[in-house]
């Protein structure tokens, strides 16, 4: 390497660098990295000030994460960033529709067992009741018989249970098996659209470009086996505000259902009040069974 004279040869004397890495994807990804990377510094010409600021919201990002709270995910989300890695590796690496979704910040391991058409309310939580009922294919449209399934959502106050110290361990998630349907049914409360929290650094960039921090109202889902590539996806009800403004940019036309909203009795439990029947179905591809790392404990 010589010694660098103007900022022209900067990038190039990085670049040389990178490409001595020895693992081919490693060095590929850093050579595409810094080449637009330096791009974009030349780009918006970045100041000395502006750079200072920036190592201070990185730093400030990773403090604010902990046990409960992901930052990078939620700012990941919230600059499209984590739907379009995605969109660009499911539905034949984005040419095709895809049920695959974002994982968000609020999946945990070791969701309680619970038997099909089984409740996942582990607390009082007040709501319509809604009662879920998902599908599981492969690509030829066969039904997948002992996929493990983890359902969860948020509560009527637009709270997960991690985040609200009313709510029981693990309310509103549950892990349920498909039989040879491969249905997994369940029993909950109406999920409702809320707000991603507003309180940290994420909140601040949302204030600055003059954004809402909503979520449309949707139900997580998370399913593998063997041979299947990991399944994740959020279910959009069709009847939420913000379906055409999601905040995480994560509603796409395949992840939308409709709500059915019921005002008699229902067929199996009576007399509950009004409830929601949410219907969908979801198409798993072949590959690998991997579990992701849980962005909260």
């Given at each position: 390497m010589?010694?660098i004279a103007?900022?022209k040869?900067?990038?190039?004397?990085?670049?040389?660098?990178?490409?001595?890495t020895?693992?081919?994807?490693?060095?590929?990804?850093?050579?595409?990295?810094?080449?637009?990377?330096?791009?974009?510094?030349?780009?918006?010409?970045?100041?000395?000030?502006?750079?200072?600021?920036?190592t201070?919201?990185?730093?400030?990002m990773g403090?604010?994460?902990?046990d409960?709270?992901?930052e990078?995910?939620?700012m990941?989300?919230?600059?499209?960033?984590?739907?379009?890695v995605?969109?660009?590796?499911?539905?034949?690496?984005?040419t095709?529709?895809?049920?695959?979704?974002?994982l968000?910040?609020?999946?945990?391991?070791n969701?309680?067992?619970?038997?099909?058409?089984?409740?996942?309310?582990?607390?009082?939580?007040?709501?319509?009741?809604l009662y879920?009922?998902?599908?599981?294919r492969?690509?030829?449209?066969?039904?997948?018989?002992?996929?493990?399934v983890?359902?969860?959502h948020?509560?009527?106050?637009?709270?997960?249970?991690?985040q609200?110290?009313?709510?029981a361990?693990?309310?509103?998630?549950?892990?349920?098996?498909?039989?040879?349907?491969?249905?997994?049914?369940?029993?909950s409360?109406?999920p409702?659209?809320?707000?991603?929290?507003?309180?940290?650094?994420?909140?601040?960039?949302?204030?600055?470009?003059?954004?809402?921090?909503?979520?449309?109202?949707?139900?997580?889902?998370?399913a593998?086996?063997?041979?299947?590539?990991?399944l994740?996806?959020?279910?959009?009800?069709?009847?939420?505000?913000?379906l055409?403004?999601?905040?995480?940019?994560?509603?796409?036309?395949?992840?939308v259902?409709r709500?059915?909203?019921?005002?008699?009795?229902?067929p199996?439990?009576?007399?509950?009040?009004e409830?929601?029947?949410?219907?969908?179905?979801?198409?798993?591809?072949?590959?690998?069974?991997?579990?992701?790392?849980?962005?909260?404990?």
């Amino acid at each position: 390497m010589t010694i660098i004279a103007n900022q022209k040869e900067v990038t190039p004397a990085v670049l040389k660098v990178m490409e001595q890495t020895d693992d081919p994807r490693l060095r590929e990804i850093m050579v595409a990295l810094i080449t637009h990377l330096h791009a974009f510094i030349r780009d918006v010409r970045l100041t000395e000030a502006e750079f200072q600021q920036a190592t201070r919201i990185l730093n400030t990002m990773g403090q604010q994460s902990n046990d409960k709270h992901n930052e990078f995910v939620l700012m990941a989300g919230s600059l499209g960033v984590s739907s379009l890695v995605c969109l660009l590796n499911n539905g034949d690496n984005g040419t095709t529709e895809t049920t695959q979704s974002l994982l968000g910040p609020f999946w945990r391991l070791n969701h309680p067992m619970t038997e099909n058409g089984g409740s996942i309310l582990r607390s009082e939580t007040p709501g319509p009741r809604l009662y879920g009922r998902f599908t599981f294919r492969d690509q030829q449209g066969n039904p997948i018989e002992g996929l493990e399934v983890d359902i969860w959502h948020a509560s009527p106050v637009g709270l997960y249970e991690n985040q609200d110290e009313s709510q029981a361990e693990f309310n509103l998630r549950g892990k349920f098996v498909t039989g040879p349907d491969g249905v997994v049914s369940f029993k909950s409360v109406k999920p409702i659209g809320y707000p991603i929290p507003t309180d940290t650094t994420v909140g601040l960039l949302l204030k600055a470009q003059n954004r809402h921090p909503y979520r449309p109202a949707h139900v997580h889902v998370l399913a593998h086996k063997d041979g299947f590539k990991t399944l994740i996806s959020q279910i959009y009800v069709d009847e939420t505000d913000y379906l055409t403004s999601d905040v995480q940019f994560g509603v796409t036309e395949a992840l939308v259902a409709r709500l059915e909203k019921h005002l008699g009795p229902h067929p199996e439990d009576g007399d509950v009040g009004e409830w929601y029947a949410l219907n969908h179905e979801l198409v798993l591809e072949p590959g690998k069974s991997e579990l992701p790392i849980p962005p909260i404990k």
